[in-house]
T-cell receptor, first 110, second 112 residues
């Protein structure tokens, strides 16, 4: 099956700093999503981005499907950005089955 | 539009018991998926339902089962609970398969 690797595993930042999270996947995908899991366990959908670039406020994401990676950019980080960021991919059409990476744990300090 | 809801939010059971978890998708969403999250195994796919049909099942024993009703609400059942079933169980919905998925708050199950 498809393997998903995320880096770095842990990231510690001071408020205001920028960061880049990376997701590598081992095979072609038709579905790629980025999620943020808050300290209470809720998974928030950040981007649905099987290819191309999207931006939402301080967050943006880019997926280069031909090179099998995706990047999540967080600018001007805030303490509320803390949590775990997951990349999840789907390799088949017409299915919701997602394979999750192991996540990047982000801690933002004031 | 209300988000995905899951009940109950917390549950404590003992080994050998069974448990039923419920998930109500976002209004209009027809696809529901379930995931198990543990510290050791991370997030793992359990099963997926669309139009009351199970379309996919993950690598879990037969003690894990589920179903979807005509209103798209879904339930999952775990029989003969084991200590290793302690986990956060997450439900997600989408309008169609392969589209953006939205997760509920999860059910935390503790098996003693």
């Amino acid at each position: 099956g498809i393997q998903v690797e995320q880096s770095p595993p842990d990231l510690i930042l001071q408020e205001g700093a920028n960061s880049t999270l990376r997701c590598n996947f081992s095979d072609s995908v038709n579905n790629l999503q980025w999620f943020h899991q808050n300290p209470w366990g809720q998974l928030i959908n950040l981007f649905y981005i099987p290819s191309g670039t999207k931006q939402n406020g301080r967050l943006s994401a880019t997926t280069v499907a031909t090179e099998r990676y995706s990047l999540l950019y967080i600018s001007s980080s805030q303490t509320t950005d803390s949590g775990v960021y997951f990349c999840a991919v789907g390799g088949s059409y017409n299915t919701d089955k997602l394979i999750f990476g192991t996540g990047t744990r982000l801690q933002v300090f004031p | 539009k209300a988000g995905v809801t899951q009940t109950p939010r917390y549950l404590i059971k003992t080994r050998g018991q069974q448990v039923t978890l419920s998930c109500s998708p976002i209004s209009g969403h027809r696809s529901v998926s379930w995931y198990q999250q543990t510290p050791g195994q991370g997030l793992q796919f359990l099963f997926e339902y669309f139009s009351e049909t199970q379309r996919n099942k993950g690598n879990f024993p037969g003690r894990f089962s589920g179903r979807q009703f005509s209103n798209s609400r879904s339930e999952m059942n775990v029989s003969t609970l084991e200590l290793g079933d302690s986990a956060l169980y997450l439900c997600a919905s989408s309008y169609n398969p392969s589209e953006a998925q939205y997760f509920g708050p999860g059910t935390r199950l503790l098996v003693l």
